[in-house]
C-alpha cells in the first residue's frame, strides 16, 4: 500500500519524526524558561517586579505542560504503531517464504 509512492510505515516515520522533533524543540524551550525560574524567593515589599517575574515564569511552565504531554503521548503511540507495523510485515514476509 503506499501513498504519493511512499509506503504506510514511512508515511508514519515522517509523521512520528515532526511530532518528535516538535516535542524537542518545546522541551528545549521548557528548561530555557526553567533557567529563569527560582526554586524559592525571598522578597520583602519592595521587590514586586521579581515577584512578577517569576509568576509569569510559573505561567509560561504551566501553558507548555499541556501541549508536552499531548506531544509525548502522541510520540509514544505513533512508535509503537510503527513498531507494530514493521514487526507484522516481517512476520507476514517470513510467512509466505
Known amino acids: 500500500m503506499t501513498y504519493f509512492g511512499l509506503s504506510l510505515l514511512t508515511i508514519l516515520l515522517i509523521v512520528w ?3 518528535t522533533s516538535a516535542l524537542i524543540l518545546l522541551m528545549i524551550y521548557r528548561s530555557i524558561v526553567e533557567m529563569h525560574e527560582d526554586d524559592q524567593l525571598f522578597l520583602d515589599d519592595s521587590q514586586t517586579q521579581a515577584k512578577e517575574e517569576q509568576t509569569e515564569t510559573l505561567a509560561r511552565l504551566q501553558k507548555l505542560r499541556p501541549y508536552i504531554r499531548a506531544l509525548s503521548a502522541v510520540s509514544g503511540v505513533l512508535i ?3 513498531a507494530g507495523i514493521w514487526l507484522y510485515q ?3 514476509i517470513r510467512g509466505s517464504l
Do not use: D, Q
Request: charged share 0%; proline share 0%; no cysteine.
Open 90 to 92: 516481517g512476520i507476514a
Open 17 to 19: 519524526a515532526v511530532f
Open 80 to 82: 509503537l504503531v510503527i
